[in-house]
């Protein structure tokens, strides 16, 4: 058997034609236009590729996009200073600051300090509770994407056994409560685990969110299963450089049911949930009904 592949980059080009869509109707009956405010401190590289992805995207979806690009000796109380201001504008619908942040700055405070129905990273401690005790939140993009993903490929998930693997609070977390809400049964699994490959065989669906190479093969999978990849690293191979995921595709695709690949599979979500969180947060900042199929 050979699983189906989940291209992620065709979904994700679909949400975001919803989106654009929600934003043309939206701007036409009302006149507002969503915004989104991304804060780069300092020269990462990645970083800077990953923020004039967002700009161009958040664009080309019909919105407002308003980039600040600070140096990175920039003190913590004028960053702070700087989502205040954010917090106050009307403009600004949502607000996101790049991680990681230099050094000097503590993430956790100016995370916080960011108003929780702008927090489109879904990162604010408020929004985390939300999450967790199942109210509305604004719930973290690249989470929101797998199970974007999950619920096209299996329809109701209810009953299914998921296995996420990672204990981040950027993924592993939020995707449990996630699954969790859709009445799946969730073990969250990590380095101290006992027996790992034997928990995943039994496991319907399998996140993989850990940041280790490949490290989930094949005879970990219960044949037919669901396989999310959100891993992303680069490693060398034969002399050249390669973006691989946390599961061995190789392995993985002759057992699996269905898989996302690396690269093309859940990265391209998580910008895509990025422009549905903020058309989300302006839609509820004006009592308007949000858009149905982008929210969790």
């Known amino acids: 058997m050979t699983a189906a592949i989940i291209d992620g980059k065709a979904f994700a080009a679909k949400v975001r034609a919803q989106v654009a869509a929600h934003v043309a109707k939206l701007t036409a009956d009302s006149g507002i236009v969503p915004g989104l405010a991304v804060v780069l401190v300092g020269e990462d590289p990645a970083s800077q590729v990953y923020v004039r992805s967002k700009g161009k995207q958040t664009v080309e979806a019909g919105m407002a996009s308003f980039e600040h690009k600070l140096p990175a000796e920039t003190p913590e ?58 109210q509305k939140a604004m719930v973290p993009c690249t989470p929101l994407g797998c199970l974007m993903l999950l619920r096209d490929r299996l329809g109701k998930l209810a009953g299914l056994d998921a296995v996420v693997i990672g204990r981040s609070n950027i993924v592993g977390k939020p995707m449990a409560q996630l699954l969790l809400a859709d009445s799946c049964t969730v073990t969250i699994a990590h380095s101290r685990t006992r027996d790992l490959p034997g928990l995943c065989r039994r496991a319907d669906i399998v996140i993989a969110a850990v940041g280790r190479p490949e490290m989930v093969t094949g005879d970990w999978i219960k044949p037919g299963a669901t396989v999310i990849d959100v891993g992303i690293n680069r490693i060398e191979r034969d002399g050249k450089e390669k973006l691989v995921g946390d599961v061995d595709f190789a392995s993985a695709v002759q057992v699996a049911g269905a898989i996302t690949p690396v690269p093309g599979g859940v990265g391209p979500m998580t910008i895509a949930c990025l422009l549905a969180n903020t058309l989300t947060a302006c839609c509820r900042a004006n009592g308007l009904p949000e858009p149905a199929g982008l929210t969790a």
């Open 77 to 134: 109380v004028e960053l702070l200073a700087l989502v205040r201001r954010l917090n106050a504008d009307p403009a600004v619908h949502g607000i996101l600051v790049q991680l990681p942040l230099p050094a000097h700055i503590n993430a956790d405070l100016v995370i916080n300090a960011i108003d929780p129905a702008k927090d489109v990273d879904g990162f604010h401690i408020s929004n985390v509770g939300l999450l967790g005790t199942g």
